[in-house]
């Protein structure tokens, strides 16, 4: 089997080596009512209402939607709003946690026999796919049709961040619990783990907590990004080609991140919401690198400030990593539920100066959906909607592998971004 | 605190520059520039530091004179400079020198829009120029060691022995002489991953075989003209030839092909640069053909062509 294209990072991940702690409660929490993809949530609070912890306080208005929960009991001091880093802004419901954490009488273990009850189960319990993408893990189970194949996510092929690798390692038992429970519910014989080799230890923990589990593959991804792109996932863990006009439940091929995985077993067992999740704290303006559990609106500067960071050196913020990861504009955020890390950096920007393409095809060796970054780029500054078409920019989906590769430092992956917006808007 | 700074993905960026990989060519190509100083002295180095030098100038003023972001810094003019120098009789007089980057940067690279967007390699149109213009001055040879004037070289009159062909040592143009020293360049660009060797193996490689088959002496016809110099440099600049392997295949195998029909049947003892030409024409059509299919790409339907709406006349 012919191995996707991609680019091998420098791979400095100082959070590797740190266990997950969890964070003192926070003096406050933001927790905005639009966390995933899809519709925001409406607040079903009132300011000065007490709350506990996994309670309903944003009611979804549409399909596209799941509820969001308070992450820690106390008083609700007042409802506002959140700027997203798209700059909309969405409402916002603001707690003061009283420390007790008082778990919501409600939260009951649910019971999960039919796919139903599990499509019920993702919705009601707030779930959204927790490596960084933000999908709605519900509408993805009730897409499929007949899943033939799991594919679990462990490939966290980003620069910095390792809180799945922290899950794999330490929890391994949850994600294989969460498996089985899929396993189980949706039939499903294959499974198949995807963890880049150059993470053995991760490997070998998944390895040995599967081994009384029947159909459970662990499957050595090559040590390049990325990796955790969905269809590159499938590719080099089943053989399946995704086509582009589909999405992989559609063709019997469920992805989950092994967080998530993990989080709908936690759920199963438990019955409380998401209302936490482990955040990679590094970056250079960061002394001390780690993986914090934290509550779910906890306010980014609470994270940077356990890590010793100095905030008056920062001059930017990303959520995620280092290829992906959105810069955040202002320091008023909080953490959500699809975000995986809080990179802040110290050094200012540097200048690229843009030059012209010199047609090296280095960005087309890089790219991993074998598509021409450089000709794409011609074409959208021709505004050429038929050759946009013809070269498939719907197929691009954002690694920048190109913009990272080119020696003329044009941004082509935001381009092709771009030239996408062009095509669906003619 | 702080105002953060906002910019699209990704943050961090390769260390490869344009200027980067443009300095890797010129020191690839510095071998054969100072075996060809060598065997021809000084001259030789002011026609090296003439077409260099008003290459440097011309895209200097080009982009001036066009009104575009000025691109000079990138070094691509000085490895034109230095492709065409290399490929210049070492007695021309330096004004024809010049006249040759006004060629090769104005006409061919900064009139049809710079780096990037040249229709066939500047140092190659330039040459095929000045052979055409000074059709006696760029037949007209030294012999290195003795200083004689020679109107022909081995290509045609042959009895040059191989290791003197593979070092240079007789009459050729200032920088094609010492085969030795290209392919040294070259295997070092490859082994940086500056360029694929793809089109510079076909190249040689078909032109060695059809040679093969015709019956003439492979070696001294491989190592005797511009041949050289042409497949390693040429036939893998970046804008002029495909992107993807099979493409570049392609691009050398053609290459191969007409430089032997050239030779042979046509009216210049020299191919290597028409064929790179001709063969850079139909770069554009290679790309098409050989491009990859996209992963996962579903052929969109054709569209059947829209019958024209009808235009109302408009009585007036």
Redesign the interface.
Known sequence: MKRLNGIRLPMKRRAQEKQITALPLPKLVRIPMLMHMGDACEPTVKPDEYVYVGQEIGRPVSDAAVPVHASVSGTVSVISEYQMPDGATVPCVEIVPDGQQVIHPDCQPPKIEKKQDLIDAARKSGCVGLGGSGDLTFQKLSRAEKISVLVLNGAECETCLASDLRMMLENPDQILGGAALLQKVLKIKDVRIGVQSNQPAAIRALTDAAESAKGITVCPLPPVYPQGEKRVLVYHTTGIVVPEDKEPEEIGVLVLNVSTCAFLYQYAQTGIPLVERVVTVDGNAVPKACNLLVPIGTPVIDLLLYASCELDLVKQIWCGGAMMGVSYPTFRASVTKPQNGIIALKNPKKERTVGDCIRCGKCMRACPMNLIPAELDRAYEDRDVRMLTDLHAGICMNCGCCTYVCPANRPLAEHIQRAKTLLSNT | ??K???????????R???S??MLCAIAALLPAVIAGVLYYGKNAALILLTTVGSAFLFELIGSLIIRR?Q?VH?L?AVVTGLILGMLLPPDLALWKAALGSFIAIILVKQMFG????NFANPAAVAWIAMRLIFAKDMTTWRVPDTGAITRVTPLVSGGTGYWDLLLGNYASYIGTGCAAALLLGMIFLCFSGIISPAAPVAFLGSFALLTWIGGYDVLSQLLTGSLVLAACFMACD??TTP??VSGKLLFGLGCGILTFLIRHYGGFAEGAVFAVVLMNLLTPAINRIT????????E?KKERKKKKPEVESVSV
Do not use: Q
């Open positions: 605190m702080n953060l700074s906002v910019e699209s993905t990704p943050h961090i960026r390769s490869s520059s344009v980067g990989m972001k691109s990138d691509s710079g780096i990037g967007r970046y804008t992107f993807t491009r990859k299919h996209p992963f996962g790409a579903v969109h």
